[in-house]
């Protein structure tokens, strides 16, 4: 009931209690996390306090955030932080038949790829391997499954690994 649950871990006019959920860190993200000045960093970091304190669960998408939250509000109630990572129930996916290549040495990258996770340095240890190795040209292959920004993509012929490339959105 509206009236039992504890005024300030309430969402503002809903009578329902908050809960925050952090698919990603909100302080220290390498992407987003970019303070101006010390008072915008100091300011973020008391926004994300408030949230914190005033929800009735906080939910993180990895161990590491939820460990990092610990780390950082000792003060709150160890119940209150949850993991529920990102995944899919395989009965909502019945006609999907994993693909065996049995032919090929297939190294997959799953997720964004912007910002600093580029892989500028892995395809140009492929390229060496290439050059020194030949014959990983016809056993090797790359899938990239997720998003990749425009310039990640141009490294791919750059690097001469177009033929044994795939990027799957």
């Known amino acids: 009931k509206p009236e039992d649950v504890d005024k300030k871990i309430v969402f503002v006019g809903t009578g329902l209690p908050m809960v925050a959920d952090f698919r990603d860190i909100w302080i220290g993200n390498y992407y987003y996390y970019h303070p101006a000045t010390p008072w915008h960093d100091r300011l973020q970091r008391r926004l994300e306090r408030r949230v914190v304190e005033r929800a009735r669960s906080v939910i993180s998408a990895t161990g590491p955030i939820t460990d990092d939250f610990l780390a950082r509000y000792p003060d709150q109630p160890r119940e209150k932080f949850v993991t529920i990572t990102n995944g899919f129930d395989p009965p909502d996916y019945p006609e999907v038949t994993p693909r065996i290549d049995t032919e090929h040495f297939t190294i997959s990258y799953v997720g964004t790829m912007f910002g600093s996770t580029s892989p500028a340095a892995f395809f140009r240890a492929v390229r060496m391997l290439l050059h020194k190795e030949p014959r990983?040209?016809?056993?090797?292959?790359?899938?990239?499954?997720?998003?990749?920004?425009?310039?990640?993509?141009?490294?791919?012929?750059?690097?001469?690994?177009?033929?044994?490339?795939?990027?799957?959105?």
Do not use: Q
């Open 136 to 169: 990983w040209r016809d056993k090797l292959r790359l899938r990239f499954v997720g998003t990749m920004i425009e310039p990640f993509k141009a490294m791919i012929d750059r690097h001469g690994l177009g033929g044994i490339t795939t990027l799957d959105p």
